[in-house]
């Protein structure tokens, strides 16, 4: 079975600073990846999704991007961030055959 | 329109007595499928049971059910015989084709000893 790993676990930055997440998976190939973010006391909003390197879909524009570098890596960036990125941000992979979604431990975001 | 609405924020229950926890979704394909998690606060998401929409019988997990009424689009989540450690929020979800998930906003379940 697959195990995600995201770090860092929780990230503290001043607004207009840059963001960069970083999700790895173990134990699958060629899985389909996914970015959600979840505001305090929300739930889960889908950011972006992966079906293979270098093919990126965004469902909600935004000031983040994403990009999957290697077909077990996906990295969540921001070049300014915002107050309103503040959050609980989720990586997940696609599980078979359902494509259930498996998540890592996720990394909690304060921008001040 | 929400593809996912869970009308119950907080739910209680007795610690051994069963509860229901409500979801209906918004689709108009055929061919989906439906997923409960549980997120303790600890922040990890647990997948907990899945529903596909061509599944003719009503999905079990131990002290987990589903109840699926296809023509009302909703999809409860049973939980029978209701422990402490049930004590988190729950989230009904969708897939869709194309391996899109919405989720919803969750219900916050609490376990009265």
């Known amino acids: 079975s697959q195990t995600i790993h995201q770090w860092p676990a929780t990230l503290v930055q001043p607004v207009g600073s840059p963001l960069s997440l970083e999700c790895t998976v173990e134990?699958?190939?060629?899985?389909?990846l996914y970015w959600y973010r979840q505001a305090a006391g929300r739930g889960l909003q889908l950011l972006f999704y992966s079906i293979g390197i270098d093919q990126i879909s965004s469902e909600v524009p935004q000031n983040l991007s994403a990009s999957r570098p290697q077909d077990r890596q996906f990295i969540l960036s921001s070049k300014k961030l915002l107050l309103s990125d503040s959050g609980f941000y989720l990586c997940?992979?696609?599980?078979?055959?359902?494509?259930?979604?498996?998540f890592g431990p996720g990394t909690r975001l304060t921008v001040l | 329109a929400q593809k996912i609405t869970q009308t119950q924020p907080g739910m209680f229950v007795q610690e051994k007595e069963a509860v229901t926890l409500d979801c209906t979704y918004d689709t108009s394909d055929p061919s989906y499928g439906l997923f409960w998690y549980k997120q303790p606060s600890s922040g990890e998401m647990i997948f907990l049971i899945y529903q596909g929409s061509y599944d003719q019988q009503n999905a079990t997990e131990g002290r987990y059910s589903l109840n699926f009424q296809k023509a009302r689009k909703s999809a409860n989540l049973v939980i029978s015989a209701s422990q402490l450690g049930d004590s988190a929020m729950y989230f009904c979800a969708m897939r869709e084709p194309g391996n899109q998930f919405y989720f919803g906003t969750g219900t916050s379940l609490t376990v009265i000893p």
């Open positions: 997940a992979c696609g599980g078979l055959p359902l494509n259930e979604q498996f």
């Open positions: 134990g699958t190939s060629n899985p389909n």
